[in-house]
C-alpha cells in the first residue's frame, strides 16, 4: 500500500489500542497488542509518518534505529544483587534499565504525556546477540526486566533484504506477533504532501513529466545507485537555502541527493532552466498584473513544457503569499483566545501584566512540550511562536502604562492594537486576492480557456492553504472559470500530454 494508507492504517490501530473499558483498563492488554511493521524499501517516509501521527494525535514518540544498539544497550547492564530464597542468600543478576526504555520514562517525566509511541526502525537488522531478544521484546514488550509503559504502542519498521544486506529473516513464530504493513513508494501520494509541505516547484514539475524518477534502486556495473522520496524531500529544503543565499546550484550539489547520475544530469538541467524562466518572466509584474507585452507573447508561444514550468512558478509564487495570510489568520485565531483569557482576568480584577505573562509561559510550556515529545509539526511550532510574539509585543505595551490607568484603559488599548492587527490582515488578505485574480487574468490573457488555466485551477483546489484561502476570501476568477471548465475528461487529456514530454525528449 502507499505510505498515506499505511498511515491511516496505524493512526486506527493506535485508536483501538487505547480504546478502555469503564475501569481504565486497555479493552486490548498490551501483551496482545501487536506491534506494527512497517516493511518498505529506504526513503519512502515510514519515519516521517510517524512523526506527523504523533503530532496529529498529540501523543509522545520516541525513536530509535536498532541497528545501533548492542545486547546491552537494548537490555541494559547486569548488576550483582542479594536475595534469600529458602531462607537462605543467593547472589542474583538483575538488569539496569534498558537505554530505550529509559528514553520512554524520561519523555513522559519531562512531558506528562502518558501515551505515546516507541518506533524502533531497521528492526530486522539487530545485531546477532540482540536478535534472540526480539521476540520476546514482540511480544510482552519487555527489553531486558523492563516492560514499555501502559499507552505506549510499539511500532517498528525494517527494509527488505535486497535493500540492505544485514537483513535478518523473520521466521512464522516472529511475524505472527505482527501487524505487517508492505509500502510501496508512490509520486501521486507523495505529490500531496509536496503540495502540503512547499516542495521546491522545480521538483514537482519535473517529476510530473518523469515520474519514473521518483524513485529508483538499481545495480549497476559501478555499484548501486538510487533516488528516494527522502532525497528528493531533502534536496528542495537545500535548493530554497541555496536561492536565498544566492548560492550556485549546480549537477555537484543534486547528486548529493539524488545518487543516480542520469537522473541528477538531468534535474540539473532542468534546473537551470526553470531558474532561467523565473528570471525571464518576471513573476512580481504578473502578480501585480502588470506583465510587460514580451512577456506575454513570449507566453503565448512557447512549448507546452515551458508552459508548465511557467504555470509552476506563479502558482509558486502566488501560493508563498496565501500561506502567509493563511499563517497569519491562525496565529490571529490563537491570540484572540489568549485575549478572551486575559479580559477574563482584568475583569476579575487581576493585573493585566500578570496575565499576560501567564499566557505566555503557558504558550511557551506547551511549545516545548510539544518538542521534547515529538508532538508538534514545524507549522504548529511556527503559530506558538507567532502568538509568543504577539503577546510580548502587548505586554511591553501594558507595562509601559502609568500605575494610575484602569483596567478599561488597559482593554481600550488591546482592543486597539488588535482592531489594528485585524486590519492589517484583511488588508494582506484583499491585496493577495488581487494578485490571485491577476494570475488568472495573465493566464486567461496569454493561453485564454485552455489546459493551462484547467491545471491552475486544479491546483488551487487540490492545495488545502489555496483552496481554505479561496473560501475565506473569495475569488471571482477562480469561480469564473471553475464553472466553464470540464475537469474530468480535460484533466485526464493533460496527465496524458505531460507524460508525453518525458517519451518527446
Not at 88 to 115: H, W
Not at 155 to 165: D, L, S
Not at 262 to 279: C, G, P
Request: net charge negative; proline share 3%; with cysteine.
Amino acid at each position: 500500500m502507499n505510505i498515506k494508507d499505511a498511515k491511516e492504517q496505524i493512526k486506527n490501530a493506535m485508536t483501538a489500542y487505547f480504546t478502555k473499558d469503564a475501569f481504565g483498563n486497555y479493552k486490548i492488554p498490551i501483551e496482545k497488542q501487536r506491534p506494527i511493521f512497517l516493511m518498505g524499501p529506504p526513503g519512502v517516509g515510514k519515519t516521517a509518518i510517524m512523526e506527523q501521527i504523533a503530532a496529529e494525535l498529540g501523543v509522545g514518540l520516541v525513536s530509535y534505529s536498532m541497528t545501533h544498539h548492542t545486547r546491552q544497550s537494548a537490555l541494559g547492564l547486569p548488576y550483582i544483587v542479594q536475595k534469600e530464597y529458602g531462607g537462605k542468600e543467593y547472589s542474583a543478576t538483575e538488569y539496569t534499565m534498558s537505554e530505550i526504555i529509559g528514553a520512554v520514562y524520561d519523555l513522559m517525566r519531562k512531558t506528562g504525556l502518558k501515551e505515546g509511541i516507541l518506533f524502533l526502525d531497521e528492526i530486522n537488522c539487530v545485531s546477532e546477540t540482540l536478535a534472540p531478544c526480539m521476540l520476546q521484546f514482540l511480544q510482552y514488550k519487555v527489553f531486558g526486566q523492563h516492560r514499555v509503559p501502559d499507552g505506549w504502542i510499539v511500532v517498528t519498521a525494517g527494509n527488505p533484504p535486497e535493500y540492505n544486506k544485514s537483513v535478518r529473516s523473520f521466521d512464522i513464530v516472529t511475524w505472527d506477533r505482527l501487524k505487517r504493513i508492505d509500502v510501496e513508494a508512490d509520486y501521486e501520494i507523495w505529490k500531496e504532501y509536496a503540495a502540503a509541505y512547499g516542495v521546491h516547484p522545480a521538483i514537482t514539475t519535473y517529476l510530473n513529466a518523469r515520474k519514473k524518477d521518483f524513485y529508483l534502486v538499481e545495480t549497476t556495473g559501478e555499484g548501486v545507485s538510487f533516488v528516494t522520496a527522502r532525497g528528493w524531500d531533502d534536496l528542495s529544503q537545500m535548493l530554497k537555502l541555496y536561492e536565498e543565499h544566492h548560492l550556485k546550484v549546480d549537477e555537484k550539489l543534486i547528486a548529493q541527493y539524488l545518487q543516480n547520475k542520469r537522473i541528477a544530469k538531468d534535474f540539473a538541467i532542468y534546473y537551470d532552466l526553470f531558474s532561467k524562466y523565473k528570471n525571464d518572466y518576471k513573476i512580481d509584474t504578473i502578480l501585480m498584473g502588470k506583465p510587460s507585452e514580451e512577456v506575454l507573447f513570449r507566453a503565448k508561444n512557447v512549448p507546452f513544457d515551458e508552459k508548465l514550468s511557467l504555470l509552476a512558478i506563479i502558482f509558486d509564487a502566488i501560493a508563498g503569499e496565501i500561506t502567509e495570510v493563511m499563517d497569519r489568520e491562525e496565529a490571529l485565531t490563537a491570540y484572540v483566545k489568549n485575549l478572551k483569557n486575559l479580559q477574563r482576568d482584568v475583569a476579575a480584577g487581576k493585573f493585566a501584566e500578570d496575565s499576560l505573562k501567564l499566557n505566555i509561559k503557558k504558550a511557551a510550556a506547551v511549545l516545548e512540550k510539544g518538542r521534547l515529545a515529538n508532538s508538534t509539526t514545524k507549522n504548529q511550532q511556527k503559530l506558538y511562536q507567532q502568538v509568543i510574539a504577539l503577546l510580548e509585543k502587548e505586554l511591553y505595551k501594558v507595562s509601559a502604562l502609568p500605575e494610575k490607568d484602569t483596567a478599561d484603559a488597559v482593554m481600550g488599548l488591546i482592543k486597539a492594537d488588535l482592531a489594528a492587527l485585524v486590519w492589517n490582515f484583511r488588508e494582506q488578505g484583499a491585496k493577495t486576492g488581487e494578485h490571485l485574480n491577476n494570475v488568472f487574468y495573465f493566464v486567461e490573457e496569454a493561453w485564454g480557456e485552455s489546459e493551462e488555466m484547467l491545471l491552475l485551477v486544479t491546483e488551487l483546489t487540490a492545495h488545502k492553504i489555496t483552496a481554505r484561502f479561496i473560501s475565506t476570501f473569495g475569488c471571482d476568477q477562480y469561480y469564473e472559470h471553475n464553472k466553464n471548465l470540464d475537469f474530468q475528461t480535460r484533466h485526464k487529456d493533460i496527465l496524458q500530454r505531460i507524460e508525453m514530454l518525458h517519451l518527446e525528449q
